[in-house]
């Protein structure tokens, strides 16, 4: 059983930045391949950005330079650093812990609302 926890979302004008941060409960978070997700009104769920256990990164195209995420397994905690933040990028984002290497469902976190607008 895995509990995911997020914070630092807000309102925030074009251009500027936030910081997600999602703590996570469990002690096998470091072997987890961890992610944060966003949905848009009218949308369906994307994935913005996921870390795996060895630090490998990956991002969706439409963040690629603007977003970065991280891990601390001592902290057992995933962030996500955003950067230059457009209108489009307005959703609920939510963490995401992978645990299928021990052939585990997919967690999720409760949300965070992003908001960005002038």
């Known amino acids: 059983q895995v509990q995911l926890v997020e914070s630092g979302g807000g309102l925030v004008q074009p251009g500027g930045s936030l910081r997600l941060s999602c703590a996570a409960s469990g002690s096998l978070f470091s072997i987890y391949t961890m992610g944060w997700y966003r949905q848009a009104p009218g949308k369906q769920r994307e994935l913005v950005a996921a870390?795996?256990?060895?630090?490998?990164?990956n991002y969706a195209n439409s963040v690629k330079g603007r977003f970065t995420i991280s891990r601390d397994n001592a902290k057992k905690t995933v962030s996500l650093q955003m950067n230059s933040l457009k209108p489009e990028d307005t959703a609920v984002y939510y963490c995401n812990a992978d645990t299928r290497v021990i052939l585990g469902p997919d967690y999720w976190g409760q949300g965070t609302q992003v908001t960005v607008s002038s």
């Open positions: 870390i795996t256990r060895n630090g490998s990164t």
